[in-house]
Each structure stands twice: as C-alpha cells, then as structure tokens.
C-alpha cells in the first residue's frame, strides 16, 4: 500500500510459534494465509486462518516457514521497538483442507473495523516527510472481478487520492472483499504515482491471481491481541508484516474520542516501522510514522441524507466567485465590498462549525484564505486577490462535505481547479497546469458514475471532450487554447450541477 498504508491491511500465513526454549511463554494467536488448491511456485500462499497448536500437517505438505511476532511486555506507540524478524512464508506443498475462503457475497463488506461499503468518502490530513498531506478514499459504485487460483471473486473499488505539500502525488484503485465468516481481504491495488502531473511509475501495483499473488486477509473478523499478519504479501514486491497490540488504544475519531482502538504495529518490506488505529465503524483513523502523521478528519457515510448547506456558506462560496469576476475589471470597490460579505458570514458561521461537528483543519484553512484575501485586495494586487479568491473557494468546499449536500462537493472541486488552470496559464506555470489537469481527471473519475447515475449521460461526453482537449493543447504549451478550453469546462460544471 506504499508508503502511507491507506484505508486497509491484509493477514497472512503465520504459523504457530514452537518456542522450546521460552519458559512457559503462550504462543501467540496464529492468522495464517488463504491458500487455493495451487500456488504458482515460489509464490506465496493466499491467506486461511489456522488453529494455533494443530496436531498434524496435511500429508505430505511442507510445513510454511514461522513468522513470529515481537512480543514485549508493553508497546507504547512511538517508543523504539526492535522489529520482528520477516520473513517471505514458504510456499507448502500442500494446504490444509477446506482452509480457502468461502465468498458468497464478497461485495457486502461489513466488517466493523473494515466498513468499506458504509462509507462513502473519507479526508485524513497530517504531515509525511515535512510537507504537508492530504488523502481522500472514495467507494465507487464498480463492481470488478477477479480471477485467482481460487476462483473468479466480485470485489469492491475504492480510489484514493493522495496530496503532497498540495500537489498530486498518487492515484490507485484497490480492491476488496468479504468471506462469510467475515474477514476481509486484499485483492490488489492499481497504482500511479506523479510528480509534477505527469505519471512516473506505476510502484506498488500488484493483484491477486498476477504474478503468483494471493488475496490476503486484511483484517480479520475477530482481531486478538498477538495477531501477526501480512497486509501485502508478495515477497519483493510488496511485503509487509502486522501485529495486534491493542484493542483499547485511545484515539480521536471525527464523532469525538475512543478509547477502543485496534493497534497494529507494522514492519515494511524495508524494515521501517508504522503505527496504525483502527477504530469500529471509521476503518483506520491514524496512520503515524517517524517522518509523519495522518489522521482521519472527515468520514461520509453511504446513503447518509443530505444537509442543507447554511446559507453563511452559501454566501462566501458566491462572494469568492464575484471577486474573480469582477477584479479583471478593476472595481476595487465591489472587491472591497465582497471581502467584507464573506468577513460577515465568516463571523456568523463560525459558532455553527462546532454545533455541526465540522473537522478544525477544515475551520483553518478558511480564515487562513480570508486573511490572504483581504491583504491582496488591499494592496490591490489582481493576481493575488484572484488566487487568494480560489483559494478560498476550495476551503469552502471542503466545509460543503460534512454535510454531504445533493450536489455533489466534488462538482465544486472541479470548478475550483478549471479556474486554477486558467490561472496557470497566466502565470505561464505549465507545470503547475499539468498538476491541475491530473487533480481533474482524478475527481472526475470518481464523479463521473453519480453524473450517469442523474442522466447527465450527454453532458458528461462534453466534459470528456473538454478534458481532451485541455490536455493536447497542454502538450502543444497552447496557452491561448487551454484558457479557452478550461473556461468551456467551467461552463459545463456549471451545466452539470444543474443535474442534482
């Protein structure tokens, strides 16, 4: 899952530990890997769960190689630990009968510390690598299925989108899915990771049933303390190993505190070590490392009903967009005049926020455009007002989503970066354009199933021509082309919210 680990994990083979020498030392609880009939050889063996001391190995079947947890007398998260030895499982000749997962309904996940399809889109927000990061997880409606040596799986598709310091850095798609006795499991993830918008690699991708990958058991049913697992198994390309720590780590979730965490210690591949909370009904809330931090702040659910959006909100939205309007022309005293509209409904919202349970990194960022704001407009600098302007146009949307409105945020997030490209190309950044353009694709991806879904079949062909077109007259430095293009994407956005 690289190196941010997102919403999900995956449990492997372990055996259980014979420690003769340990003086009556209680081995610890064993998840071992679902294994079909066959595995590819060198392979490792997909994920079952096995009995902690079985008194017999399937005939003739090799006995896989023990992975055994680091078993301190206490773990304090972020206190130096040494790592538990990983190592790949070896590929057994043999599995025990009947040990393959059964999915009868794989799409259904309702795993508590795994709700997958309860949730609609998730924001976590930290830092990682000293810049600042941003992550949305977002549930498709896709249904895909795959083909692996224990059949043929319907899985369901999450997409996340990964910031750095603001820019795209990572698009990937993974894919999940349920047994009947509830464990949830890893099917793979397509991965693209940018740098400057462009797609440099495609690391970290692998998927069950390619290459010799088993589905792996990313969370369990009923997680216990001692638990070593792999949330990605395939030696030499993605390995890693957890273990269960806690079950009653305290933690903050976006509906308050908890003091019921599920807390995994996990050594990746490279023998670095995070920490993960996972917490009932949210998946995981944090996700902490020594170069950073994340933490889930926003959490929609599926089929949850749609909020007003205050009218405070409403007003800043609308005043943001006029200052982009009129600045052009030079009448700083409408400027003026909207700066302080949005000053007001600022002041007038701001006791509401906390009524509401608004995340206070979303009540951050916009006092923070607004001061931005009102610094350009009084030097009246255009370039400045007009960027601090969709600055705050973006900050506002984010305060949209927690109350999932009928039209979707996501719709104004795309208002917000067809504006941005415009902007771009006056500031002859092309990069920063190509950054743009890949910010759209990734939200329109997501978007595009809930606009066929409200008969916006016609308008979405236009949308997609658009982008076409944006992007070939980005690779031609087209300026005058690209503003062009990306105002007529403005206007079709506007066409498009008029389908909710």
């Not at 894919?175 to 793979?188: H, K, L, P, R, S």
């Not at 000053?343 to 006791?351: D, I, R, V």
């Not at 607004?370 to 146009?393: C, H, P, V």
Request: aromatic share 6%; hydrophobic share 45%; glycine share 8%.
């Amino acid at each position: 899952m690289n190196k941010r680990n997102r919403l999900f994990m995956l449990v492997t083979l372990v055996a259980p530990l014979v420690l003769a020498a340990c003086e009556g030392t209680a081995a610890p609880t064993v998840v071992a890997p679902a294994t079909p009939a066959a595995t590819a050889a060198g392979a490792t063996a997909p994920t079952v769960i096995a009995p902690a001391n079985p008194t017999a190995t399937a005939a003739g079947a090799a006995a896989p190689t023990v992975v055994a947890p680091a078993t301190p007398a206490a773990t304090v998260a972020g206190a130096e630990t040494a790592a538990p030895t990983v190592v790949a499982p070896a590929t057994p000749a043999a599995t025990v009968a009947g040990a393959t997962p059964v999915f009868s309904k794989p799409t259904d996940i309702t795993n508590r510390y795994f709700p997958v399809s309860s949730i609609d889109q998730t924001v976590s927000l930290g830092t990682e690598g000293g810049e600042s990061s941003r992550e949305e997880v977002t549930l498709l409606p896709d249904v895909k299925t795959i083909s692996w040596a224990g059949g043929n799986t319907q899985v369901r598709v999450a997409q996340f989108v990964g910031y750095g310091d603001g820019k795209l850095v990572e698009v990937a798609y993974d894919y999940f899915a349920q047994a009947d006795n509830g464990d949830v499991y890893y099917f793979g993830e397509d991965v693209s990771n940018y740098k400057h918008g462009q797609v440099v690699d495609h690391g970290g991708s692998w998927l069950a049933g390619k290459d010799g990958a088993p589905p792996a058991l990313i969370m369990p049913a009923k997680p216990q303390v001692g638990m070593v697992f792999n949330p990605e198994n395939l030696p030499g390309v993605v390995y890693e190993t957890d273990e269960v720590i806690s079950l009653s780590e305290k933690i903050t979730t976006p509906s308050g505190p908890s003091s019921d965490g599920l807390f995994i210690k996990e050594t990746l591949m490279d023998g670095s070590i995070e920490y993960k909370v996972w917490v009932a009904g949210f998946g995981i809330v944090e996700d902490r490392s020594d170069d950073g931090k994340v933490n889930l702040v926003l959490l929609n659910r599926a089929n949850a009903a749609s909020r007003a959006v205050p009218g405070s909100l409403q007003t800043i939205e609308a005043q943001a967009e006029d200052i982009i309007d009129v600045v052009p022309g030079g009448n700083w005293a409408n400027v003026n005049g909207d700066v302080a509209a949005v000053a007001e409904a600022w002041k007038a919202y701001q006791g509401q926020a906390a009524t509401d349970g608004v995340p206070q990194a979303f009540q951050d960022a916009l006092p923070s455009a607004l001061d931005r704001l009102q610094q350009a407009s009084s030097a009246k600098d255009a370039t400045s007002t007009m960027q601090a302007a969709n600055d705050l146009s973006a900050a506002v949307i984010d305060l949209f989503s927690v109350y999932q409105p009928a039209t979707p945020a996501d719709l104004g997030r795309l208002d917000v970066l067809e504006r941005q490209v415009v902007f771009d190309v006056a500031a002859k950044d092309f990069t920063a354009d190509a950054d743009g353009l890949a910010k759209v694709d990734a939200i329109w991806a997501r978007l595009k199933p809930s606009i066929l879904e409200h008969n916006g079949a016609d308008v979405a062909k236009q949308f997609d021509a658009s982008l076409t077109a944006q992007r070939a007259a980005w690779k031609g430095k087209d300026g005058a082309a690209l503003t062009a293009e990306a105002n007529k994407g403005l206007e079709i956005v506007d066409a498009l919210e008029k389908l909710y």
